[in-house]
């Protein structure tokens, strides 16, 4: 088969479709669980309080899955937590949701624990003699705080009140008692979260029948003992320790995450239960000092996972890249990946992801839409017959719109500020410099700096190199950036950009030049002030550059 032909083989197909579902945190893909480094996923399943960090894409779900996976199958009681549908609640209703979705999965895991259990003489001699087991009496607690959860929902907040109870109880709340796991909302299944964020929003117009003051987080507060006992009491059950996996703790309003990490912090001291919670490091907030400390305190209270591959390594982002693209490959009998992927293909693919899982596969599957259109077009096209860098570049140009999407549904509060500053940078790199590369000063940390790691984590600006020194600025140390690769290729390419070839043994000193060196502080009009007086000076040496060659022309 010749190169050309394998493009269009129907592995390739196959290939494609698993890539893409492979884009995607999932119990169906588990089985595709790659370490990015040795240790990572035993760590994860270890009695130690953690917080995993990652850029959206770097496998903080995949992770929290595989550890589900894994310490269910070895008996561990285990809830896994998704807290994007709560994204939008106000705390303390943000706590308690939290805490239903949390009980209600517990509920799960026991009754299932109980039904492959308990033998059928034991099940028979009950019915006979009546009584409850230890387990089951349990369950019975466990669905017994649930259900006072649930009623503290729906409750006004801080008020004095004296209204009656008007609205009957509704269907889900019929079909979710007793229930865990999928629930039926209007014909269509959803999980444990989004039905409590539905009921969230459906509740706000209970009315109920209350004369002293209320407060839920006194509740909350009281409960405490009430919720040790419990993971105490199913530690004992189970005879393992317990864990509760938090995913996606930045979708929750940033001044309430400490808050609710503390709750849970407190719930699990000395009981066994051990909290693994991912989040995006910049656009989360896990511990408040002060007088009462609240949250997680890195290294006192818990330890830190780092997902994060940055370009800084760029060997090894690049080699756990292609070892997860080689495996979907043999998974489904494909080509091998050299044989269709150039080499400059793949470099392309690792700068164009940033470092990224989920981008580099989501970027590779459209390259090979892209080379196969090159190749339909013009079989003996002069760029090759494989996928290579100029199909990665437009590929990634129509990624971005993807990126554009997840920056508007990650970014609330602050979206504008995080727009302007990264239009300067754009200014900068693509209308100055005409570079896809700048530096910032590593000791600043005002907040236009701390907006730059945040459009690092979006995904928007990559990390290359932490400490950089440039001729001119004795004494100053600064760190190298790449501005996405989405905002300068694909179809409507910017011309006369130069792609800085960063990661080059023989480029070592390219990133130190002044002239890259970008103050976020600086505002746009500045910029482009900076712009039209470049622009005029340039214009001035070009005149007298035509008029020197006029000159020279009448002197001889």
């Given at each position: ?37 040795q240790g990572t996923l035993q760590r994860a399943k270890s009695n130690r ?508």
């Amino acid at each position: 088969m010749s190169r050309a032909q394998i493009l269009f083989n129907s592995k390739i197909d196959d290939l494609s479709i698993i890539v893409e579902e492979g884009a995607r945190a999932s119990k169906n893909n588990i089985k595709r669980f790659i370490e990015p480094a040795q240790g990572t996923l035993q760590r994860a399943k270890s009695n130690r309080h953690h917080i995993i960090f990652g850029r959206r894409g770097s496998g903080k779900s995949s992770l929290l899955l595989k550890a589900e996976d894994e310490l269910k199958a070895s008996g561990h009681p285990i809830a896994l937590v998704d807290l994007e549908p709560f994204k939008g609640h106000h705390y303390p209703d943000v706590l308690i949701s939290v805490l239903i979705a949390t009980l209600t999965k517990y509920e799960k895991w026991l009754s299932d624990y109980i039904r492959n259990h308990e033998t059928y003489w034991e099940k028979g001699l009950r019915r006979i003699w009546g009584g409850r087991s230890t387990e089951e009496r349990l369950l019975g607690d466990l669905r017994e705080a649930n259900s006072e959860l649930k009623r503290q929902l729906f409750l006004s907040d801080d008020s004095k009140l004296l209204l009656r109870d008007s609205e009957e109880e509704s269907k889900t709340d019929k079909k979710n008692k007793g229930g865990a796991g999928a629930i039926g909302w209007g014909g269509k299944q959803v999980s444990v979260e989004e039905s409590i964020a539905n009921e969230v929003s459906k509740g706000k117009g209970r009315e109920v029948q209350e004369e002293t003051k209320r407060s839920k987080q006194d509740f909350l507060h009281r409960q405490i003992l009430t919720y040790q006992r419990l993971f105490k009491e199913l530690g004992e059950v189970a005879d393992f320790s317990s864990f509760l996996l938090l995913d996606d703790l930045y979708h929750l309003h940033r001044k309430d995450q400490a808050s609710i990490l503390d709750y849970f912090h407190r719930v699990a001291k000395n009981n066994n239960l051990w909290l693994k919670v991912g989040t995006i490091k910049n656009r989360s907030s896990w511990y408040i000092h002060g007088p009462q400390p609240v949250g997680l305190k890195i290294g006192d209270d818990a330890d830190n996972i780092d997902l994060d591959l940055t370009l800084e390594k760029f060997s090894i982002s690049r080699n756990f890249l292609f070892k997860i693209l080689e495996s979907y490959a043999e998974e489904v009998d494909a080509p091998k990946v050299k044989d269709f992927l150039a080499d400059g293909g793949v470099d392309r693919l690792v700068i164009a992801s940033g470092g990224v899982t989920r981008d580099f596969l989501g970027i590779f599957r459209r390259s090979i839409d892209e080379a196969r259109e090159r190749l339909s077009r013009d079989e003996k096209n002069a760029r090759g017959k494989k996928i290579g860098a100029e199909d990665v570049n437009v590929a990634s140009g129509n990624y971005g719109d993807t990126k554009k999407e997840e920056f508007q549904r990650d970014t609330l509060d602050d979206r504008a500020r995080l727009e302007g500053v990264f239009e300067k940078i754009k200014i900068f790199c693509l209308r100055r410099n005409k570079a896809n590369v700048f530096l910032v000063n590593q000791d600043e940390t005002n907040e236009e700096y701390e907006l730059i790691q945040e459009l690092i984590d979006l995904r928007l600006v990559h990390h290359i190199k932490s400490r950089v020194t440039v001729g001119t600025k004795p004494g100053k140390i600064y760190r190298a950036l790449l501005l996405d690769i989405s905002q300068y290729t694909g179809e409507r390419r910017r011309k006369g950009i130069e792609m800085v070839e960063f990661w080059r043994a023989d480029n070592k000193d390219v990133l130190r030049r002044p002239q890259y060196i970008f103050d976020p502080t600086v505002s746009i009009d500045a910029l482009e002030k900076e712009l039209e007086k470049i622009k005029k000076n340039q214009s001035i040496a070009n005149e007298k550059e035509q008029l020197g060659d006029g000159q020279m022309g009448m002197d001889f």
